[in-house]
């Protein structure tokens, strides 16, 4: 891996070091336009994870749903560039969106990302391309509609990872996880990978 991405991976390991041993504190707002400052990141476990099954792919668009400061796409960047493909990542709130694009062009990454800053089902539904991996790290409540927003995007072979999947568990992934099941041509596993990944494959 080229250093200058080895020097932004511990960039942020130090950062999630950091927030691991402060008391927890959240933004007033939070989701619906506060300054939480928490990352939220997968581990370096999930990381390395990812950016293993995403280089796997062939020329790969991958999509990622919650971009939040950058971390997880710092990693399924580093296999785009590095398997021909490119990133699109999504994300709420333009602070932390800036703060990632910050962080990937330190890591010489910017050009292979897409950053864009909004409601991410909206999104999903102008994109105009084939998907071939995605990454599902956003607001629970979310992880159905989105599932149902790009499912029709996918490619044959595409890859679908949802985070969180084990902790802290809800309705809201119980209910993704039985829904991506049952779609046509969708192979799924759960491992007890970091908070739990989902990792369900598209073959039609």
């Given amino acids: 891996m080229d ?4 020097s932004v991976l511990a960039t942020y390991h130090e950062m999630l070091e950091k927030e691991r041993g402060a008391p927890r504190v959240e933004a007033p707002g939070g989701r619906d336009g506060g300054r939480d400052m928490r990352m939220r990141a997968v581990g370096p476990r999930t990381g390395q994870l990812l950016n293993i099954l995403a280089a796997s792919l062939p020329n ?3 999509l990622e749903l919650g971009t939040s400061f950058g971390y997880s796409g710092i990693w399924l960047a580093e ?15 333009g602070y932390k969106s800036e703060f990632a694009r910050d962080m990937a062009d ?5 050009d292979v990302i897409d950053f864009r800053v909004g409601d991410a ?4 539904s102008r994109l105009e391309v084939g998907i071939d991996f995605v990454l ?10 989105c599932l149902e927003a790009f499912y029709p995007l996918l490619n044959p072979g595409a890859i679908v990872v949802a985070d969180n999947m084990i902790r802290p568990g809800n309705d809201d992934v119980k209910a ?3 829904a991506i099941r049952a779609k046509q041509g969708i192979s799924s596993v759960l491992l007890p990978v970091g908070s739990g990944l989902e990792i369900s494959r598209f073959e039609p």
């Fill in 176 to 178: 993704y996880g039985a």
């Fill in 3 to 6: 250093s200058k991405i080895e």
């Fill in 121 to 124: 089902v909206e999104m999903i």
């Fill in 60 to 62: 790969p668009t991958i």
């Fill in 136 to 145: 599902v790290d956003l607001w629970k409540d979310l992880y159905l509609p």
């Fill in 79 to 93: 296999a785009a560039q590095r398997a021909g493909g490119r990133l699109i990542t999504m994300e709420l709130h």
């Fill in 106 to 110: 330190k890591a010489g990454l910017a």
